[in-house]
């Protein structure tokens, strides 16, 4: 059964920093791109950002791009996603998805907040 | 950036209705279309990918038309379980862009 649990959410104040990570089973990790989609609240939802299945590839969105950092580990089926200089707006249920098919986990709350 | 532009943005139907809704991309995308179904709490769940193919499980009242810029999600025949919103998203380029959404009532 494919599964995608995400960690590392939690409360941290503006400008921090927080690691997101997402433990990927039941498939070969290893040859699937792999998103980070957000929904703040009340909001819809957002494109963060893509790994190609080699960690070669990756974009961002604008809003994310030189604060955020996308990685895998594939031999650990690990994905994460580094979020520095955290803002307000930040604040969102951050999923991890696989190629965008039918695969995403369950979400991890992030609240950027004094 | 390719802009989505989804109508409506909200929709009240009644149960056994024909429900549509609508994507536009600012640009040509060929059917590099998914569309999504998202109700709280949950994971989003893909229902039509490339525009126009029924994901896997997914019932058949569920369809996806459309090539180019303009794109129709159609529900033949609203069940109850259908209330949620609905998101298009285009994967042509980078950044890929969701549509606003549709959130979907039950009359």
């Known amino acids: 059964e494919v599964q995608l649990v995400e960690s590392g959410g939690g409360l941290v104040k503006p400008g921090g920093s927080l690691r997101l990570s997402c433990a990927a089973s039941?498939?070969?990790?290893?040859?699937?791109?792999m998103n980070w989609v957000r929904q703040a609240p009340g909001k819809g939802l957002e494109w963060v950002s893509f790994?190609?299945?080699?960690?070669?590839?990756?974009h961002y969105a604008d809003s994310v791009r030189g604060r955020f950092t996308i990685s895998r580990h594939n031999t650990k089926n690990l994905l994460y996603l580094q979020m520095n200089s955290l803002r307000v707006e930040d604040t969102a249920v951050y999923y991890c998805?696989?190629?965008?098919?039918?695969?995403w986990g369950q979400g991890t709350l992030v609240t950027v907040s004094s | 950036d390719i802009q989505m532009t989804q109508s409506p943005s909200s929709l009240s139907a009644s149960v056994g209705d024909r429900v549509t809704i609508t994507c536009q991309a600012s640009?040509?995308?060929?059917?590099?279309l998914n569309w999504y179904q998202h109700k709280p709490g949950k994971a989003p769940k893909l229902l039509i990918y490339d525009a126009s193919n029924l994901e896997t499980g997914v019932p058949s009242r569920f369809s996806g038309s459309g090539s180019g810029t303009d794109f129709t999600f159609t529900i033949s025949s609203l069940q109850p379980e259908d209330i949620a919103t609905y998101y298009c998203?285009?994967?042509?380029?980078?950044?890929?862009?969701f549509g606003q959404g549709t959130k979907l009532e039950i009359k």
């Open positions: 640009q040509d995308i060929r059917d590099y």
């Open positions: 998203l285009q994967y042509a380029n980078y950044p890929y862009t």
């Open positions: 790994i190609d299945n080699t960690g070669y590839s990756i």
């Open positions: 039941g498939f070969t990790f290893s040859s699937y791109s």
């Open positions: 998805a696989r190629a965008l098919d039918s695969y």
